[in-house]
């Protein structure tokens, strides 16, 4: 008997869509001479001061499992760096658990809430795990369309056409990958009214909390009555340049810890214990790299907006993370003949913007976190790009 793996695989699994962003930075490793705006990773190396407490960790012989919810040292720095940053208390103890990043963060809470009949709202374009983790758990994800009308902001209008009553959590994605979108307190204080009156919780994923340009981030959580209808998920990988040492946590009301701690037992039991001493080191003495590394990215931001519109292609003034989601509707392409196209002509790697939903057709993600003079020489291929193409049309 022949036995037939892919048919005794689970279809939730089996049927999941491979993440459209590794398609495209896989090609541009293969490609001399290419450069690559696919991937959101800095190319900031860690902090001295964060790398170096990593190693004297190992030094010091500090090679063993921490506490499954992790170092309390390490869920007091949190707390401490979230009172000061949006003004929430939550109590190390009982609010607050480190993630291997904070993609697992999102997945425990997903797995924690939501199951078989739930409803799971997911406004999209935004980052590639929020649905596929929803559907993992038998819950429905539900897409929630965005426009670049609306800055791609979510809207009290848009919010209700999607809620019904087995609405059981809502994803808030913002400061925004791919579209660099953001909230402003007056923008999110009408759905807060809304959120209030119903049973959902918010999964507000603030990664890119320190990344904001001309405004400071607000979290929805510092809403009067949302903090406890919040699961707040960070982590280290971009405002501290720490993609590489695995480190998120969630904060969030003691009996949803419970249950997210309880998976996170069983599947993971810790985070890397380098990475936390790491992590305490960044959070409590590296305010400053992050400011320097926030004023880089915003003049990345400004010389690859300028790139775009010079050639001739509609970009909104993305003002969070660390992302640009121009439109490449006038060139006649779809996004993934633009993106396949640009790489192999001109040796520059973007993502389509349908990797991030169905809403994003018709839009690239190009990343900021590169050198200027990578962006510089990259902005000038994608001019000459759209210029030879319209050229053909004509």
């Known amino acids: 008997m022949t036995l037939d793996i892919k048919s005794m695989l689970q279809p939730r699994v089996r049927d999941l869509p491979p993440s459209g962003i590794r398609k495209f930075f896989d090609l541009v490793n293969e490609m001399k001479d290419a450069i690559s705006l696919s991937v959101g990773e800095p190319d900031f190396v860690t902090p001295w001061r964060v790398r170096e407490a990593g190693i004297y960790s190992l030094e010091q012989g500090h090679t063993h499992y921490s506490p499954n919810a992790g170092f309390i040292r390490l869920r007091q720095a949190i707390a401490e760096y979230l009172q000061r940053s949006i003004g929430v208390p939550y109590d190390p103890r009982s609010e607050i658990i480190v993630t291997v990043g904070g993609s697992e963060a999102i997945d ?76 402003t307190r007056e923008e999110i204080a009408p759905l807060v009214d809304i959120l209030k009156e119903r049973n959902i919780i918010v999964l507000s994923d ?34 501290f340049a720490m993609t590489g040492w695995r480190l998120g946590y969630a904060a ?94 001109e040796k520059v790697a973007v993502v389509p913007g349908e990797a991030f939903g169905d809403s994003g057709h018709g839009f690239i993600r190009a990343c900021y976190a590169y050198s200027v003079e990578n962006i510089t020489v990259a902005m000038e291929r994608v001019k000459a790009f759209v210029a030879r193409h319209r050229a053909d049309k004509q």
């Not at 809470?109 to 009949?117: H, K, S």
């Not at 429905?140 to 426009?147: D, G, K």
């Not at 599947?267 to 004023?295: F, H, K, N, W």
């Open 206 to 239: 603030e990664i890119y909390a320190e990344l904001t340009y001309g405004s400071k981030h607000v979290s929805i959580a510092s809403f009067p009555g949302m903090r406890d209808r919040t699961v707040l998920i960070n982590g280290f990988s971009k405002a």
């Open 108 to 183: 425990l809470a997903l797995r924690a809430l939501v199951g078989p009949g739930d409803e799971v709202i997911v406004p999209e374009p935004s980052f590639v795990a929020y649905k596929p983790c929803a559907v993992l758990t038998g819950a429905t994800a539900v897409p929630l369309p965005l426009e670049e009308k609306d800055e791609f902001k979510l809207t009290p209008e848009k919010l209700l056409s999607v809620l019904t009553p087995k609405t059981k959590a809502l994803v808030f994605p913002f400061p925004n990958n791919p579209t660099g979108a953001i909230m």
């Open 252 to 345: 969030a009301h003691p009996d949803l810890i419970g249950a997210m701690y309880k998976i996170h037992q069983y599947g993971i039991m810790c985070s890397p214990t380098t990475a936390q001493y790491a992590g305490i080191e960044a959070l409590e003495s590296c305010g400053d790299e992050v400011e320097e590394m926030a004023r880089e990215y915003n003049r990345r931001r400004r010389v690859m907006l300028k790139g775009f519109r010079d050639a001739g292609l509609d970009c909104f003034e993305a003002k969070g993370a660390f992302y640009l989601f121009p439109s490449v509707k006038k060139t006649g392409m779809t996004s993934a003949e633009f993106c396949e196209k640009l790489l192999l002509e």
